[in-house]
């Protein structure tokens, strides 16, 4: 089920991790910060969703989602920064990207989505966040992430497989789920450096197109 639609409150956050804050630069030269989303980012959270286009929309929900719901915009934006974690990305401030984790209850799994509006796509975000993702939950015990995305996304497939993460995919129904251990091994290190070196690449030469992960 699309995330989000868990029942229950959403955990009450820890203590804000400020030293996960971090600018990038993008491909077009522009620095945005990416740090920990706070439960005061509600009303910025919802003007980002409604930035969103319908197609963006579909690509993160599976379905027709133009407005979220309060519960959503709660759980959204209140995570413990340990079982469920999430970054925004964040440029004159605005909200441009959302990337999140949920741990798979009982396990060293987490499942991993993320989103960018339309106008900063192609611009290294979805790799940026995954980065970030998985340097947090490292730290958190997790060793492997998990992804659903619909099958005609191939921009967001190819965003994980050029990761330099050994991700492994299935296809079923329309979907891909994507597995792959985030231990960041000599192949994801000179991945994440050439990512790094690229960073005023112009978009058409990056993976990194329009893209947002489902999770159910």
């Given at each position: 089920m699309p995330d989000g639609s868990s029942a229950g409150p959403p955990k009450i956050s820890g203590d804000y991790p400020v030293g996960l804050e971090a600018e990038e630069?993008?491909?077009?030269?522009?620095?945005?910060?990416?740090?920990p989303i706070r439960h005061t980012d509600s009303d910025a959270m919802t003007a980002f969703h409604e930035s969103l286009s319908a197609r963006s929309v579909y690509r993160r929900f599976?379905?027709?989602?133009?407005?979220?719901?309060?519960?959503?915009?709660?759980?959204?934006?209140?995570?413990?920064?340990?079982d469920r974690m999430a970054f925004v990305v964040v440029d004159d401030g605005r909200i441009v990207g959302v990337g999140r984790y949920e741990r798979l209850k009982g396990t060293d799994e987490a499942?991993?989505?993320?989103?960018?509006?339309?106008?900063?796509?192609r611009q290294g975000i979805g790799a940026l966040l995954l980065d970030h993702l998985a340097d947090a939950g490292r730290g958190q015990g997790i060793t492997r992430f998990t992804a659903q995305t619909l099958s005609?996304?191939?921009?967001?497939?190819?965003v994980f497989l050029a990761s330099g993460f050994p991700v492994v995919t299935s296809s079923e129904g329309g979907t891909?789920?994507?597995?792959?251990?985030?231990?960041p091994t000599d192949g994801y290190v000179e991945a994440r450096e050439r990512r790094s070196s690229?960073?005023?690449?112009g978009a058409s030469e990056t993976p990194d197109g329009p893209h947002a992960t489902g999770t159910r």
């Amino acid at each position: 089920m699309p995330d989000g639609s868990s029942a229950g409150p959403p955990k009450i956050s820890g203590d804000y991790p400020v030293g996960l804050e971090a600018e990038e630069r993008l491909h077009d030269d522009r620095v945005v910060l990416f740090r920990p989303i706070r439960h005061t980012d509600s009303d910025a959270m919802t003007a980002f969703h409604e930035s969103l286009s319908a197609r963006s929309v579909y690509r993160r929900f599976f379905f027709a989602h133009p407005r979220l719901s309060e519960g959503e915009v709660e759980r959204f934006t209140h995570v413990d920064y340990v079982d469920r974690m999430a970054f925004v990305v964040v440029d004159d401030g605005r909200i441009v990207g959302v990337g999140r984790y949920e741990r798979l209850k009982g396990t060293d799994e987490a499942e991993v989505a993320f989103v960018v509006t339309d106008t900063y796509q192609r611009q290294g975000i979805g790799a940026l966040l995954l980065d970030h993702l998985a340097d947090a939950g490292r730290g958190q015990g997790i060793t492997r992430f998990t992804a659903q995305t619909l099958s005609e996304n191939r921009d967001m497939i190819g965003v994980f497989l050029a990761s330099g993460f050994p991700v492994v995919t299935s296809s079923e129904g329309g979907t891909v789920t994507v597995r792959f251990p985030i231990e960041p091994t000599d192949g994801y290190v000179e991945a994440r450096e050439r990512r790094s070196s690229r960073s005023t690449l112009g978009a058409s030469e990056t993976p990194d197109g329009p893209h947002a992960t489902g999770t159910r």
